[in-house]
């Protein structure tokens, strides 16, 4: 119902902006602005972009939790297809959401509100580690661990018919 909502309300929003700024600044400039803040935008998100792609890699190379460049990655994204949304509200969110404080306050907001299990297990093939599962969600069974047939190195592949 929420997506609802804004799938509404947006562009209702959009078009008052369109009738009042453009019945104050005329046409023409309306048009300008709109196309002047998504270059503007397109450079930003450009420069931005590849920053945070640098912070994603060195977080990798450093082996550490890549989980906020990602989350700022994407919302650059996000801002990106914004700005290149027509429109004046849309434009102020995607500018806002340039900013670097913005997304930080954003991406604590969004950390604080996601809640991650997970537990570890040791399998014959190794450590595996898997979210962890709550409720009446477990099957108990047995099993026989079947041994693997040596590999053929003559001979036809099995593959073939002879």
């Known amino acids: 119902m929420p997506l609802l909502l804004l799938f509404i309300a947006i562009p209702l929003i959009e078009i008052a ?56 990655g994407a919302m650059i994204l996000f801002s990106g297809a914004l700005l290149l949304t ?38 014959s093939a190794g450590f595996r580690s898997r979210p962890r599962r709550t409720g009446e969600d477990v099957i108990d069974g047995e099993y026989n661990e079947i041994p693997e047939e040596p590999r053929r190195t003559s001979g036809p592949s099995g593959w073939t018919q002879d």
């Open 17 to 72: 902006l369109f009738i009042q700024l453009g019945s104050f600044l005329g046409l023409g400039w309306t048009l300008f602005i709109v196309v002047l803040t998504a270059v503007i935008g397109t450079w930003l998100v450009k420069q931005q972009g590849m920053r945070v792609l640098m912070d994603v890699q060195n977080s990798f190379n450093d082996l550490n939790d890549p989980t906020e460049p990602l989350a700022h």
């Open 86 to 123: 027509p429109g004046f509200f849309t434009d102020t969110v995607g500018f806002l959401l340039l900013i670097p404080k913005v997304r930080e306050a954003m991406f604590r907001y969004i950390r604080s509100r996601i809640v991650v299990h997970s537990s570890a297990t040791m399998t």
